[in-house]
Nanobody
């Protein structure tokens, strides 16, 4: 069983920054993809950014150049540095791990961007 625990959400003014963290524990195969999704009210969950254990990254167009994903494989932890935040970035952010064809989700952390 795999567990994902997120932290780092909160409220920030437009133009500000936040850093999310997600620590995975349990039986984790070393080859995997860790990433972040988000879901705004009345919208579908969407991919924000993902990173393979080998270092390949993928970003949504809406965050490219503003957000940076990174990970520490030794700690099974993934991070999301969010800069130049906009009100439209407001959402619940979910950590995701894909391994051996199975997907795991964190409980979600709320990010609110408003003045």
């Amino acid at each position: 069983q795999v567990q994902l625990v997120e932290s780092g959400g909160g409220w920030v003014q437009p133009g500000g920054s936040l850093r999310l963290s997600c620590a995975a524990s349990g039986s984790i195969f070393r080859l995997n993809v860790m990433g972040w999704y988000r879901q705004a009210p009345s919208k579908q969950r969407e991919l924000v950014a993902a990173m393979t254990s080998g270092g390949t990254t993928n970003y949504a167009d809406s965050v490219n150049g503003r957000f940076t994903i990174s990970r520490d494989n030794a700690k099974n932890t993934v991070y999301l540095q969010m800069n130049s935040l906009k009100p439209e970035d407001t959402a619940v952010y979910y950590c995701n791990l894909q391994s051996r064809g199975v997907g795991y989700w964190g409980q979600g952390t709320l990010v609110t961007v408003s003045s």
